[in-house]
Each structure stands twice: as C-alpha cells, then as structure tokens.
Nanobody, 127 residues
C-alpha cells in the first residue's frame, strides 16, 4: 500500500501561482510513476500531468502546458506541481496519484493507470 497526502492548495487570484506537494508513504520502494489529476464541480476527474519513476519524462494536458510543471524528489518521496499564470478555470480539487511501473510518462495519462490516490487539495482561482 502507498499513502498519498496532498498539500499546498488555497485561494489565489487569476495570474497568481501555487505549488502543490504530495507526500508518499508506505510501500514506496517499488517503482511508481506519479500524476496529478483535478476535478471541478460537476465535471469528470481529468488528467493534469504525469512524471515517470526516474523523473526523466513528463507529460501534460494541453490546458496546462507551459503553465504547470511536475517534478519529484524520490529521496524525499515527494511530488510537486508548480502552477503559474493560474486561471479561474483551473479551480478544482487536485489529486495526487501513484501508478506502478517504470514506463515513460505518456503511459500514465488515464485514471486506470494509477493504483493509489490521495484525498485531494482544493485550488480556487478568483477572477
């Protein structure tokens, strides 16, 4: 089992920045790709970004490309999502997820690629 806890969400004005963190614990000795998803009220949970186990590959949804950056620190069992130039449409609950395996990040863009999920952190962007 892997436990994931997100933090760093909050209220920010449009154009602002936030950095989300995800702390992993438990069976972290295996290889896991990591991803961020988000879910706005009344909408499906959608893919935001993924990063491979080694950190050598990343993949982003078109809607956040150039504004969001995913990174990881395996020594600390941490994953981050740096968000800049935030827009009101970025408002959602953001979820961290872990998917078993060492494949490249593009293989981790669907929900079913992930085995473990965090509880989420709210991000609200005001206009």
């Amino acid at each position: 089992q892997v436990q994931l806890v997100e933090s760093g969400g909050g209220l920010v004005q449009a154009g602002g920045s936030l950095r989300l963190s995800c702390a992993a614990s438990g069976r972290t000795g295996s290889s896991y790709a990591m991803g961020w998803f988000r879910q706005a009220p009344g909408k499906e949970r959608e893919f935001v970004a993924s990063i491979s186990w080694s950190g050598s590959t990343t993949y982003y949804a078109d809607s956040v490309k150039g504004r969001f950056t995913i990174s990881r620190d395996n020594a600390k069992n941490m994953v981050y999502l740096q968000m800049i130039s935030l827009k009101p449409e970025d408002t959602a609950v953001y979820y961290c997820a872990a998917g078993e395996g060492a494949a490249t990040a593009i293989f981790y863009i669907t929900r079913r690629a992930y085995n473990y999920w965090g509880q989420g952190t709210q991000v609200t962007v005001s206009s």
